[in-house]
């Protein structure tokens, strides 16, 4: 039986959301995706002119996933401050995992953390402010934010 789905999210775009009660701790997806590494997903970000955000998750080996390619219904969670999941590399793999329980309907949401290279200016900013709505929200899609 499906535990999730993809639909119009009131928070952005498209959003990932349960279509069954969900506990705590529960082990819900795989990021999935072609993997590669930075400098290959940078050179193809450049050369498709993609704009604003992509479907890449960083790796802690240094590697990405680029879930644009290959990808499944994970490249759909949309950011939260408060986020109500994680992701947990295991070996190779990358999982999303709730971190509180879920009522069926609620949409999924992990927290980005993104990491810009750019200098963080008010136009840097905008491009990556959170309108998660959620309680605590930072405003910001970014990890540290200044």
Request: net charge neutral.
């Amino acid at each position: 039986m499906r535990r999730v789905t993809v639909r119009r999210s009131p928070v952005h775009g498209k959003g990932v959301f349960a279509l069954r009660p969900l506990a705590a701790g529960e082990r819900v997806l795989e990021y999935k995706g072609e993997r590669m590494n930075w400098r290959e997903a940078v050179r193809r970000h450049q050369r498709y002119g993609i704009e604003g955000h992509t479907f890449l998750f960083g790796l802690s080996d240094g590697r990405v996933i680029d879930g644009s390619r290959g990808g499944n219904s994970a490249r759909w969670l949309n950011h939260a401050c408060n986020a109500n999941c994680e992701t947990v590399e295991d070996g190779e793999r990358v999982f999303i995992e709730t971190t509180t329980d879920i009522a069926a309907g609620e949409e999924l949401f992990i927290e980005y953390r993104l990491v810009v290279d750019e200098e963080i200016d008010d136009a840097t900013r905008q491009q990556y402010a959170c309108h998660c709505g959620r309680a605590g929200c930072r405003a910001s899609m970014l990890g540290d934010v200044v």
